[in-house]
């Protein structure tokens, strides 16, 4: 399995970026966007479960992200409007055989090497 992850930049408060994440792979049911700001755990940002199409999202970031994706291309991406400082963070793509219990880190068997985005005020 192999997961690339892109598109991370840095921006300005209220600007827009969108991530994407390549995943090579058999039986990848799950793919699920990470954070890691300095000092702090890895968080949970999205998930895009492609039976069903089901996506899930935590409050903090609800009504300003969105992910979707293009099987045909292996590719998930993560669009992040209206971005604020405590956005930045290192952003990772992970993927997983498992369709439950898709918000924890450890559900995740394979990782992407992350993409660094930086908020501004």
């Known amino acids: 399995v192999q997961l690339q992850a892109s598109g991370g930049g840095s921006v300005q408060a209220g600007d827009s970026l969108r991530l994407s994440c390549v995943a090579n792979?058999?039986?990848?049911?799950?793919i699920g966007w990470f954070r890691q700001a300095p000092g702090k755990e890895r968080e949970f940002v999205a998930f895009?479960?492609?039976?069903?199409?089901?996506?899930d999202y935590p409050d903090s970031v609800k009504g300003r992200f969105t992910i979707s994706g293009d099987n045909a291309k292996s590719t998930v991406y993560l669009q992040m409007n209206s971005l604020r400082p405590e956005d930045t963070a290192v952003y990772y793509c992970?993927?997983?055989?498992?369709?439950?219990?898709?918000?924890?880190?450890?559900?995740?068997?394979?990782w992407g090497q992350g993409t660094l985005v930086t908020v501004s005020s």
């Open positions: 992970a993927a997983s055989p498992r369709e439950l219990g898709l918000t924890a880190t450890t559900s995740y068997p394979y």
């Open positions: 792979g058999r039986s990848l049911r799950t």
């Open positions: 895009l479960r492609w039976r069903g199409s089901i996506t």
